[in-house]
């Protein structure tokens, strides 16, 4: 997969060199580059932002460097999706996270101050797929972060980045389920055991108390979740569950 990132901070994204990112990179699973939004402006303070049109506080993005930057890394080929994080956004999902990870090439911009120019978007939209994403119900300072946690949902699912590509399908949120609690050595720590039957060697019940714990869990922290769960998954679910 190809990603493009454009932002006024191109240093927050050192973290995307470490642990299973950095390997995707090196072995190119993923090809990612990083851009300074600012290489695209033509004054000398390098100005990226401008009061907004109709009054009231803080600061708008300008359409000019971001309209250059997305001419730039935007392909005259096949439609690339680009990816806004904004508070506006459809929220972030495990489903979303498997649509992106399905597209072969994806350009984030990330937003600061008040936003971007929404010209810039419907600009966009003209020859690329746009999407706005929202982490959640909340407001950060920019996008950045955004970026990353969404490249590291997209990244996980990249068939190779995971050493046991089996974590995907019994995770927390892989059946509209959560997880349940997980156990390793010691059996017993400050007096706390390990659930026997998890040391049963028996895999029938092991994946039946799993599932169990799943549907618990769901019911009293996320019951919202189990609402719109299929009958599927409280019956097969995964051989874990
Ligand atoms: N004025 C905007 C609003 O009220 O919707 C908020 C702008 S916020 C201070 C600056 C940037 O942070 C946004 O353009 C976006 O890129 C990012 N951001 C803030 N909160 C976010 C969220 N919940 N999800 C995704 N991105 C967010």
């Known amino acids: 997969m190809r990603v493009d990132i454009i932002s006024i901070f191109p240093e927050y994204f050192s973290p995307l060199d470490l642990s299973l990112i950095g390997k995707a990179r090196a072995t190119g699973l993923l090809d990612l580059a990083v851009h300074d939004l600012r290489t695209w402006t033509h004054d000398v303070h390098r100005t990226v932002d401008d009061t907004p049109y109709g009054g009231g506080p803080g600061m708008v993005m300008r359409p000019e460097p971001w309209g250059e930057a997305l001419d730039a890394i935007l392909p005259a080929g096949p439609p690339a999706r680009l990816v806004v994080p904004t508070p506006a956004g459809q929220p972030l999902r495990q489903a979303l996270a498997h649509e992106l990870a399905a597209e072969s090439h994806l350009v984030f911009g990330c937003g600061r101050y008040e936003g971007i120019d929404q ?50 399908a019994e995770e927390s949120h892989a059946h509209g389920l959560l997880e349940g609690p997980v156990y390793t050595k010691p059996p017993v720590w400050r007096d706390r055991g390990v659930p026997e039957i998890l040391r049963s060697g028996d895999h029938g019940r092991i994946a039946r108390w799993r599932r169990d714990e799943a549907l618990l869990r769901t019911a009293r922290r996320r019951p919202d979740m189990l609402a719109t769960l299929s009958p599927m998954s409280w019956t097969n679910g995964t051989s874990r569950r």
Not at 120 to 144: K, M
Request: aromatic residues 4%.
């Open 119 to 168: 010209r810039v978007l419907d600009d966009a939209a003209t020859r690329a797929r746009v999407t706005e994403v929202s982490l959640g119900d909340y407001v950060l300072f920019g996008g950045e972060v955004a970026v990353l946690v969404i490249l590291e949902a997209v990244t996980r699912l990249l068939p190779g980045v995971l050493g046991n590509a089996d974590s995907l």
